[in-house]
């Protein structure tokens, strides 16, 4: 017997459904006619960025976070010994002289005076900055007696620290020099570090 058009219609409409209820969960339903299908980016996990531990953080002390020791035009800082002649031409006041020099009994970087017992006065000093003497003074009362363990001057844009001073030399005589070392620093930032000897005395 041959299926009437109406049974086929039927069939057709039933193996359509049979086939709709196959189709897995995980695969995509198609697209209505004339609809894109949308794409959906894979979540991206962010990546956490490493903390450096502390022992490499930089600190004021390590050698690569040292201070320059040129000053903002490029030029470095110069300290020449002190001639006579330089000597010769300033004036300094005071009783007794302490020095800081590079090699014992070598002409000095720094020269200054002071008087004995001088609680109020301050102590007047040279240095000499490339080939340019000049005249400064202590940045502390006290006179000659303030100077002997080291000290601070200042000149104009130029400050000079005396410190770290360690034992006398041996065989020094009435004024034996004691190993030191001679901080300069100039105002537009350039600073130099001397080693040598502090000399106190007549």
């Known amino acids: 017997m041959t299926p009437s058009p109406r049974h086929l219609a039927t069939a057709l409409i039933a193996s359509a459904a049979l086939a709709a209820c196959s189709v897995p969960d995980d695969q995509p339903l198609p697209a209505e006619p004339g609809t894109a299908t949308a794409q959906v980016a894979p979540t991206a996990t962010p990546v ?3 903390i450096p531990e502390a022992s490499q953080a930089l600190t004021t002390d390590s050698p690569a976070a040292a ?3 040129t000053g903002g035009d490029g030029s470095q800082l110069v ?3 002190l001639t006579e002649g330089d000597l010769a031409g300033v004036t300094l006041a005071g009783e007794l002289a302490c020095s800081f020099s ?3 009994g070598s002409p000095p ?3 200054a005076r002071g008087s004995v017992a001088d609680d109020d006065g301050r102590a007047t000093s040279a240095v000499k900055t490339g080939s340019y003497v000049q005249q ?3 940045l ?7 100077m002997l363990d080291g000290g601070r001057f200042g000149t104009q844009g130029l400050v000079l ?3 770290n001073l360690g034992r006398a030399v041996q065989g020094g005589g009435e004024s034996p020099p004691r190993s030191a070392e001679l901080l300069a620093q100039r105002a537009d930032g350039a600073e130099r570090v001397f080693d040598g000897f502090w000399t106190c005395g007549p």
């Open 161 to 163: 620290t005396v410190r």
């Open 136 to 138: 400064g003074m202590a």
């Open 79 to 81: 300290l020449s010994p």
């Open 109 to 111: 970087l720094l020269l």
């Open 48 to 50: 956490a960025t490493p």
């Open 140 to 146: 502390k009362d006290g006179g000659f007696d303030a």
């Open 67 to 69: 201070r320059s020791t």
């Open 102 to 104: 590079q090699t014992a």
